[in-house]
């Protein structure tokens, strides 16, 4: 059974790379990866970076103006550093242009974050929790009146509402606690790429757990992780461009044998077969190099091509 018969897989857009990013590259893998059947399209937000790195709504915009059925996501945005109206009005916005399509993932972000952009520690989670719950309000209601401990507002509407009922609001963080908070608060989950293997296998259950105490349907809810990764029928040529990739942006070669997949097109689908075991129903697959290229060789692992 090939492996896209068993969850579906994300592509992420070339977004953050060492070397400047051409837009013929996010254009053809948009494309591309639409037309071989990916589920969803991701980017990351990366605002104050040493690489080169694009604001997440523009470049899904983008993307969403050169295709017509794909999912567009971002995992993740770091919320605390944003104005939850202004949040609300741009994620509303992508969702119309794109006739339905946005995926808004969030975290609360370290504490750097919230340093470089003069926000408080204190009442980081609080602030995280009031920031979901007006988002959504502005989502659902033609006006909303809140007076929270960040945040006021009265008899407020935007200016152009999501298509989706309910625009999709996942999580992406590791702590414990922030795992059960996402299973109260999230409609998904997805692990970071920079986390390793073993830090999912440990999640999974967690979450699962917390998804029952909380009433909800571990089946029936999302459980993802984004993979850097890189494939060649060499396995030295693949390790090498994720080794080079993780050196450069994250300046953390182990994570290239910890977080990171990479070897022959065999090679990479046992690892990718063994996070699915782990209890993942989703994957973002997220090539460091050679888009297209990686693009089109992981599209015949896991059985698109």
């Known amino acids: 059974m ?39 399209l991701w980017v990351t ?29 971002a ?24 006739d339905g399509r946005a995926l808004m993932g969030v975290g609360i972000g370290q504490p750097r974050h919230l340093q470089e952009f003069q926000i408080p520690g204190e009442g980081r989670v609080g602030r995280f929790r009031e920031q979901i719950e007006l988002i959504r309000a502005l989502w659902s209601q033609e006006k909303t009146t809140h007076h929270g401990r960040f945040y006021d507002l009265d008899e407020a ?13 996942w999580m992406g963080v590791g702590h414990p606690d922030a795992i059960r908070r996402a299973a109260v608060l999230a409609d998904g989950w997805m692990g970071a790429g920079g ?25 029936g809810f999302p459980i993802s992780k984004r ?3 890189a494939v060649d029928d060499n396995p030295d040529v693949a390790r090498a461009d994720l080794a080079r990739w993780y050196g450069e942006v994250y300046r953390n070669p182990e994570g ?38 990686q693009l089109e060789a992981l599209a015949e692992v896991v059985g698109l091509a």
């Open 2 to 40: 090939a492996l896209k018969d068993l969850i579906p897989f994300g592509m992420s857009l070339p977004h953050r790379s060492p070397e400047p990013i051409g837009m013929d590259a996010v254009r053809a893998v948009a494309v591309r990866a639409e037309a071989l059947g990916f589920r969803d």
């Open 75 to 98: 995992s993740v945005l770091v919320l605390p550093v944003h104005d939850p109206r202004m949040v609300a009005h741009q994620w509303a916005t992508l969702d119309y242009v794109s």
């Open 256 to 293: 290239t044998d910890t977080s990171g997949i990479h070897g022959t097109p065999r090679q990479v689908a046992e690892q990718l077969q063994a996070m699915i075991d782990a209890g993942a129903n989703h994957l973002l697959l997220n090539p460091v190099c050679r888009y297209v290229g």
């Open 227 to 229: 993979i850097f990764i």
């Open 45 to 73: 937000e990366n605002t104050l970076d040493r690489v080169t790195s694009f604001d997440p709504v523009v470049v899904l915009t983008y993307a969403a103006a050169v295709t017509s059925r794909i999912g567009l996501g």
């Open 157 to 169: 509407g935007l200016g152009v509402r999501p298509v989706q009922r309910r625009l999709p609001i």
């Open 195 to 219: 986390s390793s293997s073993e830090d999912f296998r440990r999640a999974v259950p967690l979450l699962r757990a917390a998804l029952e105490r909380a009433g909800r349907d571990p089946g």
